[in-house]
């Protein structure tokens, strides 16, 4: 599962550039700064809102790998107790809190992405 995990990642850091790479050089590129209907056809394209969208999981699942590579990584008995051998078992607290934040983050942001979404329709 490891490797799957690791290839995922790699895979989304390639669409994520691929994004930020194709706005930059759009902007760049094309004459926003004289025509806003250029912009405008732009983001409502269907092309724009599918790679958009496909942006966005990506960005959603590298963090979440990221963060679990962080939780894997720092938040063990070894890394916790090794300079004070006491202290290893708050490896387990340590680790749900971790998680607990990273849960109420994410409900947090859906929350107010959502609200925000509902007060402007």
């Known amino acids: 599962m490891g490797t799957f995990l690791w290839l995922v990642q790699r895979f989304s850091s390639?669409?994520?550039l691929s994004y930020i790479l194709f706005i930059l050089i759009s902007y760049f590129v094309k004459?926003?700064?004289?025509d806003?209907?250029?912009?405008?056809s732009d983001i409502n394209s269907i092309q724009m809102k599918i790679f958009t969208s496909l942006f966005l999981v990506m960005m959603v699942g590298h963090a979440l790998q990221g963060l679990k590579a962080v939780e894997d990584d720092y938040f063990t008995e070894r890394t916790i107790g090794m300079f004070l051998a006491q202290t290893k078992h708050l490896a387990k607290f340590l680790r749900y809190?971790?998680?607990?934040?990273?849960?109420?983050v994410i409900i947090v942001l859906s929350y107010v992405t959502v609200f925000s979404y509902l007060m402007e329709v």
């Open 14 to 16: 390639l669409i994520i």
């Open 36 to 40: 806003a209907q250029v912009w405008f």
């Open 31 to 34: 004459p926003y700064h004289i």
């Open 97 to 104: 809190s971790y998680r607990g934040f990273i849960g109420l």
